[in-house]
């Protein structure tokens, strides 16, 4: 019987870190053992990318699922390919991006997992027109409570396929999946950079062109006040075109010169993150020109990427990201009661992103619905940041709103409920599948999604 290690585990957000049994699996066998003869709940975890408990357990059990990081293969009629669960985002493009497939939506890091990326349903810079992750899903093989193999799709165990996507771990544990690549001539972007002097001009941006874009978001300004807030720096891009490409870049579409990584090799002290450090950063980048710019992949996609541990940046304390989702109609309005709230509560936020979002996947509990959503990074003060943060939620709220589960750490159940409006739906399929709710996480028992037949 394989072996449990006791640890402490945290999101990327370092906030909040728990203690588990973690087990490593590395065989289909012993994660059908570890989930049919648990003793204690459990929870599939990836690359721990998620923010704030979604793969933590605390005093649970935690399955990593990084050993099953083989691919297994790609039809070059389709696109399609077949791997495990496990296997990163890093790997796919190292293997698959020199052959011309790209991933058809990517978060904003490489260092997910494909399990993770489903689990989340993620979306990625075009979801205004490509949707989310969901949408290119075929099929996966979803290992169930009662140590059944499932293969789930829109056509075969279908409750099962979209609690699933989105379903942050709860139904299961995806061992492999299929998901059609998406075919690039090369592995550069064209980005077109405009700036906008506030928000009504962002916004005025996104609604006038946005369709042209195959990728869109804006780094938004958290700190700017009276005319100028929420000025913004809109990033849009299409895959390049070969005459937008010079001569060296011909030789070699699809491997651009590699860049120094750098690091935050400790945590930083909490005051590294101030008003003061995120205004001077704000000046300067809104200070960089428009037009037009080749950028490579990791570049435009996985700038974070290119500073290993950066999240340490923020102390010991962590952080909270706080992303929300709010339809287009009140958009304008959410926002501005948003930024007023951060900027009143002399929160700073180094990250701070715009995206429009398209249709819903159909996954019960997944995050996208048609609007804008923001996303910042709010550095752990303790009681009064989550206080802060359930404000936003009411505001979200009121605008009909939601809150991603994969960045949230500290909403109530109550607001859960209200934002999540399938939940009972996707409680009834947990139910079927999971009828002593065996797959149950931090945030599932803060939100109380639990089975419920
Ligand atoms: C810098 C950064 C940028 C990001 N940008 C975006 C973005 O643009 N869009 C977006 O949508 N998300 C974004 N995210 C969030 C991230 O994509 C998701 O949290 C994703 O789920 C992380 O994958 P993971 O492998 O690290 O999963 P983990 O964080 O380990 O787990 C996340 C959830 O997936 C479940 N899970 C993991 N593996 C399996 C499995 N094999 N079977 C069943 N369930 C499983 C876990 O139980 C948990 O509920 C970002 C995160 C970071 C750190």
Not at 396 to 417: I, N, P, Q
């Amino acid at each position: 019987m394989i072996r449990a290690k006791k640890m402490r585990l945290a999101g990327w957000g370092n906030s909040p870190c728990q203690a588990a049994d973690v087990f490593r699996p590395e065989k289909i066998a012993e994660v059908r053992s570890l989930t049919t003869n648990a003793q204690k709940t459990l929870i599939p975890r990836g690359l721990g990318r998620s923010y704030g408990d979604a793969a933590l357990n605390e005093n649970g059990s935690v399955l990593l699922e990084t050993q099953f990081d083989r691919l297994l293969a790609i039809d070059p009629s389709t696109g399609v390919l077949e791997c495990e669960g496990g296997v990163s985002f890093e790997d796919l493009l190292q293997v698959l991006l020199p052959r011309g497939y790209f991933p058809p939506v990517t978060p904003g890091t490489k260092f997910v997992t494909v399990g993770g990326a489903i689990a989340a349903d993620v979306h990625g810079k075009n979801h205004h027109r490509d949707g989310s992750i969901a949408n290119f899903v075929e099929q996966f093989e979803l290992l169930i409570a009662d140590g059944t193999v499932l293969t789930c799709s829109r056509t075969e165990n279908t409750d099962a396929f979209w609690a699933t996507l989105g379903g942050m771990g709860l139904t299961g544990v995806i061992l492999s999946a299929r998901i059609k690549m998406r075919k690039v001539a090369s592995a550069y972007l064209s980005v077109d950079y405009q700036k906008a002097p506030n928000l009504d001009a962002a916004l005025e941006l996104f609604a006038r062109n946005d369709k042209d874009y195959e990728y869109s978001v804006a780094w938004i300004d958290c700190l700017a006040r009276h005319g100028a807030m929420g000025r913004s720096v809109l990033m849009r891009a299409n895959h390049a075109k070969m005459e937008e490409m010079s001569e060296t870049q011909h030789d070699n579409l699809f491997a651009p010169p590699k860049k120094k990584k750098r690091a935050v090799p400790f945590f930083l002290p909490g005051f590294a993150v101030s008003p003061l450090s995120v205004r001077l950063f704000n000046h300067f980048y809104y200070k960089q020109p428009p037009g037009w710019r080749l950028a490579d992949y990791d570049s435009f996609f996985y700038p974070l990427d290119a500073i290993s541990n950066w999240n340490r940046g923020y102390g010991r304390r962590g952080f909270f990201q706080y992303q929300a989702v709010f339809p287009l109609e009140t958009a304008r309005a959410c926002l501005l009661e948003l930024l007023e709230k951060l900027t009143s509560a002399r929160s700073a936020s180094f990250l701070a992103v715009l995206k429009t979002m398209g249709p819903a996947s159909g996954g019960m509990l997944s995050f996208p619905m048609p609007g804008q959503t923001l996303a910042l990074d709010i550095p752990n003060r303790g009681t009064q940041t989550v206080d802060l943060l359930r404000q936003l939620d009411a505001i979200v709220l009121r605008h009909g709103g939601r809150v991603y589960l994969a960045k949230d750490a500290c909403m109530t159940a109550e607001s859960f409920r209200a934002m999540y409006p399938r939940a009972s739906e996707f409680e009834k399929v947990k139910a079927s599948l999971d009828p002593q709710n065996r797959f149950s996480s931090s945030l599932s028992r803060r939100l109380g999604i639990g089975a419920r037949a």
